[in-house]
Nanobody, 123 residues
Framework: QLQLVESGGGLVQPGGSLRLSCAAS????????IDWFRQAPGKEREGVSC????????NYADSVKGRFTISRDNAKNTVYLQMNSLKPDDTAVYYC????????????????WGQGTQVTVSS
């Protein structure tokens, strides 16, 4: 199976934290940059973060900068998104996607997408 599987979502109170995982199987994970996206009801899909294939370069949307941290462990074929100081506006389905393009490229083609994990931030 060639796939990405997200996990770690759930319900958390404002100010709380979650760590999402994106686990890859069936393809050469170490060659791919990984992006996290999110989509809330009635809103456009939003790019959240990206990490290069080596893990040496990262970027973040302004809306999450300083609160979220992306990392990867290529030995485990897994990318993580640590989310701190969560806000209700962070509520969305979070998706990871794999691309052979650099994190700086706009409107990239993604070879693989996960099915998403729900994050709900509410009191």
């Amino acid at each position: 199976q060639l796939q990405l599987v997200e996990s770690g979502g759930g319900l958390v109170q404002p100010g709380g934290s979650l760590r999402l995982s994106c686990a890859a199987s069936g393809f050469e994970f170490q060659y791919y940059a990984i992006d996290w996206f999110r989509q809330a009801p009635g809103k456009e899909r939003e790019g959240v973060s990206c990490i290069s294939s080596s893990g040496g370069s990262t970027n973040y949307a302004d809306s999450v900068k300083g609160r979220f941290t992306i990392s990867r462990d290529n030995a485990k074929n897994t990318v993580y998104l640590q989310m701190n100081s969560l806000k209700p506006d962070d509520t969305a389905v979070y998706y990871c996607a794999a691309t052979l393009r650099d994190c700086t490229v706009v409107d990239k083609f993604y070879d693989y997408w996960g099915q998403g994990t729900q994050v709900t931030v509410s009191s």
